[in-house]
């Protein structure tokens, strides 16, 4: 079963920079498109940030010119580099995994089928807080 572990959450300051990762487990990384989404409590998930096998990224047009979505296949690792953070960076950040995706747009993939827990994975989430 392919698990998730995020890394990276914390307290950043207004402007500052901030590193977000995700290590995958149990499967062929780079078959796999990852994708950062975030939330607010109270608010639904959004995609911000992915990444598809061939390393195409694709980002929610609010945040294409501060957040970067990377990929390491060799440590089976996806980043997720904030900078000059904003009030509205402050919440959750969760890592997901899509084994052979159709395609990653606007921040999310789309796998043309439904969840299946024994090939797609979704991490437990790192918390970014920002101060002003």
């Known amino acids: 079963q392919v698990q998730l572990e995020e890394s990276g959450g914390g307290s950043v300051q207004a402007g500052g920079s901030v590193r977000l990762s995700c290590v995958l487990s149990g499967g062929t990384y780079s078959r796999y498109c990852m994708a950062w989404f975030r939330q607010d409590p109270g608010s639904q998930r959004e995609g911000v940030a992915a990444?598809?096998?061939?390393?195409?990224?694709s980002y929610l047009g609010t945040v294409k010119d501060r957040y970067t979505i990377s990929r390491d296949n060799t440590k089976r690792t996806v980043y997720l580099d904030i900078n000059n953070a904003q009030p509205e960076d402050d919440a959750f950040y969760y890592c997901?995994?899509?084994?052979?995706?159709?395609?990653?747009?606007?921040?999310?993939?789309?796998?043309?089928?439904?969840?299946?827990?024994?090939?797609?994975?979704w991490g437990q989430g790192t918390r970014v807080r920002v101060s002003s």
């Open positions: 997901a995994a899509d084994y052979e995706c159709i395609f990653c747009r606007e921040g999310y993939c789309r796998r043309g089928r439904n969840f299946d827990p024994a090939l797609d994975a």
């Open positions: 990444i598809d096998t061939d390393g195409v990224t």
